[in-house]
């Protein structure tokens, strides 16, 4: 193509990004026309009304991106205007989210507002990724709310461990109950689960065990399994033997990669697991208990007992 086109030609390019065949093609091109280009494709990603196909508008976002158009960007964001089309929303979230990448080149406070303010009013994997980017203590809240979204968990767990020490110290925070954050509750059951699965990689320390001791009688198995891990990085020596005693008696609700990581945790303290399970065997065998090989408790007292085990209970296995 010349190097000047009309005005027929660049909007012609335009339509063909809405192309299943053409539409990669016609976006290069309107690259290669480079700054004259930009307000045809801008009306065409911010007046035009989104769709349930979301391919067309992100190649308008590709191609602002890659004429460094980031007020265009930027404009998109705070005209936007959530569709009420369910199939369209979830299209033009995967666009918001394009854009949030391509603003990831061009970061400023002023952008960064914008991308907080498009977060608050709906969340994206983009959005959250181009946030965590500036590593600022101002998104540790917003990054533990989204912890309850399954679509976003991930991406605000990776961008809180941009920011480990005001992560840790919200976390904490957040799990004696002094934010404005639910920790109870169906929902927000999978923030406190991942609160303390970071705090595990985090690391505390002795001080700050006795707010996490509760979680080692929590429901969620999840949940028992860090709290135990994190006591026995920390708490004091004499409590480890507690901290043993609960993870197994939550054993029998656990699911096989539960069970797997409570075996892998006492592995790492075997002296304690046998003292523990030894005092268990006893206790069922009182009762006149049989072993129950689909339990998670049985085949982890043979795994930690092996050979140890009462003569009738092997027999029994």
Not at 206 to 212: F, I, Q
């Amino acid at each position: 193509m010349p190097h000047e086109v009309s005005d027929e030609a660049i909007e012609r390019l335009v339509v063909a990004l809405d192309s299943l065949i053409d539409g990669d093609r016609a976006a290069e091109q309107l690259i290669s026309l480079g700054q004259s280009v930009v307000p045809y494709v801008e009306r065409f990603l911010v007046a035009s009304r989104p769709r349930s196909i979301s391919i067309s508008r992100c190649r308008a976002v590709r191609i602002l991106g890659a004429l460094g158009a980031y007020s265009s960007l930027i404009r998109y964001f705070r005209e936007f205007v959530r569709p009420s089309d369910a199939a369209v929303l979830f299209a033009e979230d995967a666009v918001r989210s394009a854009a949030a990448r391509e603003l990831m080149h061009h970061e400023s406070p002023s952008t960064f507002r914008v991308l907080l303010d498009a977060a608050k009013h709906r969340p994206t994997s983009g959005i959250i990724q181009a946030l965590s980017q500036y590593r600022w203590p101002e998104i540790v809240p917003l990054l533990f709310e989204l912890l309850e979204d399954d679509l976003c968990r991930e991406d605000a767990k990776q961008g809180l461990r941009t920011v480990p020490e005001a992560a840790k110290a919200f976390a904490i925070l957040l799990l004696r109950g002094l934010t404005n954050l639910p920790i109870h509750g169906a929902n927000a059951s999978r923030r406190k689960r991942a609160t303390l699965q970071l705090l595990v990689e985090f690391g505390i320390n002795m001080n700050e065990w006795p707010d996490l001791r509760q979680f080692l009688s929590d429901e969620d198995r999840d949940c028992v399994i860090a709290a135990a891990t994190l006591g026995l990085q920390c708490a004091p020596a004499a409590e480890r033997p507690s901290i043993i005693t609960a993870l197994i008696e939550a054993s029998p609700g656990m699911n096989w990669a539960q069970e797997t990581e409570a075996v892998e945790l006492l592995d790492k303290w075997p002296a304690l697991a046998r003292q523990a399970m030894r005092e268990m065997q006893v206790q069922r065998e009182m009762r006149g208990e049989t072993p129950n090989w689909l339990s998670p408790f049985w085949r982890i007292l043979h795994h930690v007992l092996g050979s140890e085990m009462h003569p009738q209970r092997r027999g029994a296995a």
